[in-house]
């Protein structure tokens, strides 16, 4: 934190301030300031909205309580943490961070010395506090370590094999649990409805909450007996209610407290500073406090972004459309969701057939096998998941799908450049996917293909991928199994387009008036239309392919492997990792640089050929 102290304004662009030495009524008011703050802006410039307005305070007591840099506090998944980057003198620059070169919408250590861990998905915190902690304990290091977890990231297996490590850690480690009952969507599971028992006992909270305010107005000796009350009540809860699933687990519990009390969190917070063990702090919160639409519908303002016209028809419109089409014609169709319900589209599916639609929680790798178990009885699974989330999911896919053959179809979605930045950039599932065995991997490059292409993996008896951005155009040329189609005729050069890139190619094509531009829709990435690839390139002597992914290993990547006598160029991103929000510019990927490449190596290639 800085070091310099004085009265704190949010609206201050110039702010410096060190929130260990404000009092009570000050934080209050800086809570008002900053949610008023987020209210004002994070709608206008997009961004992570109702999980932010719900953690505040308790970022405040977090920074209250301890000193960063030098204690670690690792934020899961991220889109918790607005406030935390406006007290590191972050605040300026955060409304600009969806911008090329922006600041990050999430924690990272190459930003700034505050975040102790980078993250983009969820259920990771845990690990990451463990291995902090342990890594201070050898250097001897005796500063803390804290990870705040939302009870929708606890649905994720990795952050239950970090519990069930944790007994092993010898020193000072702090859960703070934030309970809002929500994901991105509503939690699901067993465990969701074990941590309902908590929030939802009135004997237990009335008891907390009356004792606490009797006692404090007792003169004198008021607040002693208050603090003895608050180390009672553990004593108090487990008459209530059996040994938690954490103290089981060798973790210290504490609470429930109320994560938008400021008194509560500091005093829980001051507690198990002392603790040289782990220990879980269980804050509940609301998510979207403060704004009355986020409090009623957190699902739909989890994230919210300035509204952009478009001709193009979004996907998830059409997923969630296909999949209720395709389940009234056939009984054995399930879904498989992993808390993305209502982003991928599928909300009016669940409603409609409920019984076939298993939302499993953020458990990427459980949604893939759960579907393979389901296929290997004869069910036809499908999973739509998003591109960076699959990539949880890869040894799944490969081992209990590819490896089987077992007929699931993966819907995958959100491909390409995201506006969360590098944490959700789908790019690479083109590179794994299509070097798995026994898949059929299909791009569509519209709206009527991908309609197209579910309709034929339908039929298939062997696993498929479709993986497709959040829009699409309307129409192209019609997709044919096995096939790449000729969008366009020509001799000097051929332009293969993988999937959602043939508007771009279109338009390199009109840039390029001196040179005959033959642009193939390559929407069959597994198996390869070898005759009409050939046949282009035979005639041509000169391609280029463009992808909305990664270039290496690509869809691009393929097709110049199985043709390595004819100079292919491939344009995709690049796998050396990038910083922020990089655009399609960055990679070549615009129809004038592609125009402009053409042109230079035309003119050294086709001299080969003459």
Known sequence: MATESRRYNVRDETMNINVNEQNIGEL?????????????????NGGHFASNLGVVELTLALHK??????????????HQSYTHKILTERKDILLNKRANGGISGFPRLDESEHDAFGVGHSSTSISAALGIARAKKLQGDNTHTIAVIGDGALTGGLAFEALNNLKSCDNNLIIVLNDNGMSINKNVGAYSRYLTKFRTNPVYLSFKRGIDFSLNRIPLIGAGLARFAFRFK??????????????????????????????????????????????????????????????EEPTSYHAVYPKAESSLVNTSVLLGDMLCDEAIRNDKVVVIDSAMSKGLGLTEFAKKFPERFFDVGIAEGHAVTFAAGMAAKGMRPIVPIYSSFAQRAYDQMLHDVALQNLPVTFMIASCGLDKCGETHHGIFDLSYTSNMPNLTVLAPSSAEQMAQMFEYSMGLNSPC???????????????????????????????????DMLEVAKETAKLLPDYSAEII??????????????TSLEKTKLAITIENGIKQNGAGALISSRFPEFPIYNFGYDAN???????MESYGLTADLLASFVKEKHKIEVKKYA
């Open 28 to 44: 209050k008011e800086l809570a008002s300031e900053i949610r008023e703050f987020l209210i004002s802006n994070v709608p206008e």
């Open 65 to 78: 309580v301890f000193e960063t840099p030098s204690d670690s506090i690792i934020f899961d998944v991220g």
């Open 521 to 534: 829709d390559v929407g069959s990435i597994r198996p390869l239309d070898m005759e009409t690839i050939k």
């Open 234 to 295: 553990d004593v108090f809860r487990s008459m209530l209610m059996p040994t938690t699933i954490f103290e089981k687990m060798g973790i210290s519990y504490i609470g429930p407290v109320d994560g938008h009390n400021l008194n509560e969190l500091i005093s829980a917070m001051e507690r198990v500073k002392k603790y040289n063990y782990p220990v879980l702090i269980h804050a509940l919160t609301v998510k979207g406090k403060g704004f009355t639409e986020a409090e």
């Open 577 to 583: 990792w990038f910083p922020g929000f990089d655009t």
């Open 465 to 499: 991928v479709i993986r497709f951005p959040k829009e699409l155009q309307a129409k192209t040329v019609p997709f044919v199994p096995n096939e790449s189609r000729i969008v366009q005729c020509g001799t000097d050069l051929t332009i293969f387009s993988i999937g």
